[in-house]
């Protein structure tokens, strides 16, 4: 079996000297000789945390982005400044306007910066993930995620326009994740379409193997009690082994979730590296 590990670039919170951490998401994935970077945060504080840990973001293979929001895109351009032909797997729709409502009927862009965009159409290739899509070694990207439940959501008012008029379902929102003999790895960027969706969707194309890790974002800052409690008594159906809840699962989710699997859930800080 292939080693893997996996390395904490951004995340909301840092623990280690020189460490930064900044709203935002980005994992270093190791699959035996392959690397994989996973999102890449807001900006180019992935850069310096790798430096620190002694990652060479020019050694990797291939770039995943979950969806198009800027705290998951932002470090793109610093990433494509330090390799060479490297493929982006993300779905078309990460590329379009996005937008998040203010409390006062206001917009403001959420999308991917201009300046990591065009690095992107300039200097690598995009993988359209329009349907499960593998990078190698195992490592599968979903594409869209089917919406089977009826108490998620994706977890704000989220907007194709300025004029918030249009909707934005976030279909491009998708996970990653990787069978091991211990069982299915998932890998999360912000879970927008419900992190009890993503896991059904996974075990329905594997449905003879057992979650064994969920690690990422799973956007449940503004989850009701209702979602809540049906996620926990989901997830606790689902018998997960270790569940790492990071960036934007909210304080309080994150607290209700280490209370109802006290020896099962961990946090993450910018540095953690974890074997997998």
Not at 96 to 104: H, I, P, W
């Amino acid at each position: 079996m292939k080693s893997i590990s996996l390395t904490v670039l951004t995340e909301n919170t840092a623990q280690g000297h020189g460490l930064l951490a900044e709203h935002g998401l980005s994992f270093w994935i190791n699959i035996g000789t392959q690397h994989i970077l996973f999102d890449t945060g807001q900006t180019d504080v992935l850069c310096h945390n790798a430096s620190l840990l002694g990652i060479e973001l020019s050694s990797a293979d291939a770039i995943v982005l979950s969806h198009g929001h800027y705290d998951h895109t932002g470090g793109l351009y610093a990433v494509l400044n330090k390799v060479k032909e490297i493929k982006v797997f993300a779905h078309p729709e990460t590329l379009s306007d996005k937008y998040a409502q203010n409390r006062d009927g206001t917009a403001r862009d959420i999308g991917i910066p201009v300046k990591s965009k065009k690095t992107l159409q300039n200097s690598a290739t995009l993988v359209p993930t329009e349907s499960p899509t593998e990078t190698g070694d195992g490592f599968v990207i979903t594409g869209p995620i089917p919406r089977t439940t009826d108490y998620e959501n994706t977890g704000g008012p989220f907007f194709k326009d300025k004029t918030c008029q249009q909707p934005d379902d976030l279909v491009d929102d998708q996970a990653a994740f990787l069978d091991t003999p211990s069982g299915i790895i998932v890998i999360l960027g912000c879970a927008h379409a419900g992190i009890i969706n993503t896991l059904k969707y996974i075990k329905q194309l594997l449905p003879k193997r057992p979650i064994h890790t969920v690690i990422g974002g799973t956007h449940l800052l503004t989850a009701n009690e209702t979602r809540m409690t049906k996620t926990i008594a989901a997830l606790r159906e689902m018998n997960i082994q270790r569940l790492l809840p990071l960036h934007c699962t909210g304080f309080a989710a994150a607290a209700r979730l280490w209370k109802e699997f006290p020896n099962h859930v961990a946090l993450c800080p910018v540095g953690t590296m974890i074997k997998l």
